[in-house]
């Protein structure tokens, strides 16, 4: 599924704006991340209409008795700069606080010298207080906040033009501030409440050549929850409310208010020692939308060293202005939205897997089903408008992995099997989605040592995709990225090195970038099938404080 149906949360609040699109790795220091957390399929059960993809979790470090601090130094060889600081302590036996602080900067880089950016520049800061509390009686607390500002620079680079013989800047201000917080009670000896609620907003400024649009775009999550549980069985209930505002300074007509109250629940439970059984189901009243009804059930069976899971799930996604492709062009040539209606999808897997001692596999079988998904198509010259498409988009595949750890050593081997199609717009034929290679596969083999170091080797095979709207080509290259990372433990210091796509895997060296003309969507680019950067090195200290 594209990354629009993903719903991104930090520490279970949606506090990047929901998707995951909205956030970039680089927004991600290792000081402050203790792990990632990944639901598969649709989500909608408990998380609405923004997880009919999945959810991930990006769950921040806790203090500890001891206090904690690390500033991280980083430079590439395509002059990009990153420093962060974390810093964590606890202030009483209750209470605890951390303070993560970031600034990333990149210069402009026109790599195949063709007049157009092909790394946007930008520069970026960012501050995450987070206070913690942990009561004697169990009550347990957690506040939040965030700012991030960022300015990013590209299109046509300096002295340069377009065919047309006009320079063309890309270019986004933004301002995006956070605020979160949850809270647990429990309730006896049989129950606990929870009480989670978040706000976001986030302003941006976009320049598209001479065209500039203003924007705001807000969302609102507070819910509260009961979870009780016996020796078999645990449930929670829970009521939600979610809001998501959009204005445009330049078209209003795209403005939206969206308002949807829900009640949801989950019931796990233990049939025996090696079977058990979860079900939740959610109901949103979508002020749009209508209601929509979002259930997930699954069963897992763990006999000896095996696991064996099978799901199912339905969800919904309310359509909004922006896709991938508006994301990028802006809204100057999208005629205003009318009878849209909710896109909804099925998904269903099953995931087999084997632990012996140090080894470990994996196999999951996965199908989705989209009906009317949201679509881009041609309106007119100049023009463009989103329609549900007819049709049901489906997807089917499977993913293998399989690591072995020995001493030092672990071996971490996958591939990936996708088969995606989608309806062609007015006609009865389907194709395969652009963008999603058939076959995929990696390898990462990795040497790491408790207070010396670590050495990491890592090769990804990336398949044939089949292209839309290129006049270069209507099918990818296959490529590899092959990528070696050290790590040196001298002390409070610890030095790393890593080099990214050794090969110099780079579009560019294929095709050009830039459109002989402008695409009827505004674009003047193709689409990004393999890596635009080509070989990075990077080099930086990790200080511990």
């Not at 790795?25 to 997880?51: C, F, H, M, N, T």
């Not at 078209?251 to 796990?268: K, R, W």
């Not at 897992?300 to 919904?316: D, E, H, K």
């Not at 670590?454 to 092959?482: A, K, M, W």
């Amino acid at each position: 599924m594209r990354g629009r149906y993903t719903q991104l949360l930090a520490d279970g609040l949606p506090l990047y704006g929901g998707q995951a699109s909205s956030l970039g790795l680089l927004q991600i220091p290792p000081s402050d991340l203790r792990q990632v957390e990944v639901i598969k399929g649709a989500a909608s059960a408990l998380y609405g209409g923004q997880a009919l993809g999945g959810v991930i979790n990006l769950v921040s470090k806790r203090p500890t008795d001891e206090p904690e601090g690390e500033v991280i130094v980083n430079a590439t060889s395509r002059d990009a700069q990153d420093v962060s600081g974390y810093f964590s302590r606890q202030f009483s036996p209750s209470w605890g606080g951390s303070l993560l602080t970031t600034i990333n900067s990149q210069s402009a880089q026109d790599l195949d010298d063709d007049g157009w950016v092909d790394m946007a520049a930008y520069d970026r800061f960012g501050i995450r207080p987070r206070l913690f509390y942990d009561g004697d009686d169990g009550r347990r607390a957690y506040l939040t906040m965030g700012a991030m500002t960022e300015a990013r620079r590209g299109g046509t680079s300096s002295g340069n033009t377009l065919p047309t013989g006009e320079p063309y800047p890309l270019n986004q201000d933004t301002e995006r501030f956070d605020l979160g917080a949850t809270f647990e009670k429990p309730l006896g000896n049989w129950g606990l409440a929870q009480l989670r609620a978040s706000g976001t907003n986030q302003q941006h400024d976009h320049q598209f050549g001479t065209l500039l649009e203003s924007d705001a775009h807000s969302t609102t999550l507070i819910e509260g929850s009961v979870t009780g549980d016996s020796a078999m069985t645990t449930w929670v209930t829970g009521l939600a409310y979610q809001a998501d505002r959009y204005d445009s300074d330049a078209f209003p007509s795209f403005d939206y208010s969206y308002e949807s109250p829900a009640v949801f629940g989950q019931l796990d439970r233990d049939i025996n020692d090696q079977l058990s059984i979860a079900a939740s189901a959610r109901w949103d009243n979508h002020s749009d939308f209508g209601d929509q009804f979002s259930p997930r059930l699954s069963l897992q069976y763990r006999p000896g060293l095996w696991s064996i899971r099978a799901s199912w799930g339905r969800g919904f996604y309310a359509p909004t202005p922006f896709i991938e492709e508006t994301e990028a062009t802006g809204l100057s040539r999208l005629e205003p939205l009318s009878e849209l209606v909710a896109e909804t999808a099925e998904t269903v897997s099953l995931d087999v897997g084997y632990t012996s001692g140090e080894f470990e596999t994996s196999l999951t079988l996965f199908g989705s089903a989209i009906e009317d998904a949201v679509r881009l198509e041609d309106a007119g010259t100049d023009r463009v408008r989103l329609t549900n498409q007819e049709g049901t988009t489906r997807t089917k595949g499977l993913e293998a992995m399989g690591r072995w750890r020995q001493g030092d050593f672990t071996i971490t081997a996958n591939y990936l099997y996708l088969d995606t199609r989608e309806p062609v717009l007015d006609s009865p034929m389907n194709r395969a989605v652009p963008l999603t290679p058939t076959h995929s596969a990696g390898l990462v083999s990795i040497w790491e040592a408790e207070n010396k170091g670590r050495v990491g080797l890592e090769v990804y095979y990336v398949g044939e995709q089949t292209l839309e709207d290129n006049p270069y080509r209507d099918e990818s290259e296959p490529y590899i990225h092959v990528g070696l990372l050290g790590e040196m433990y001298l002390g409070r210091y610890r030095l790393f090195l890593n080099l990214e796509n050794i090969l110099d895997v780079r579009q560019t060296k294929e095709d050009p970038l830039l459109l002989p003309s402008q695409a009827n969507n505004g674009r003047w680019t193709v689409d990004a099938w393999a890596p635009i950067d080509g070989f990075i090195a990077n080099v930086g200290v990790r200080i511990s404080l």
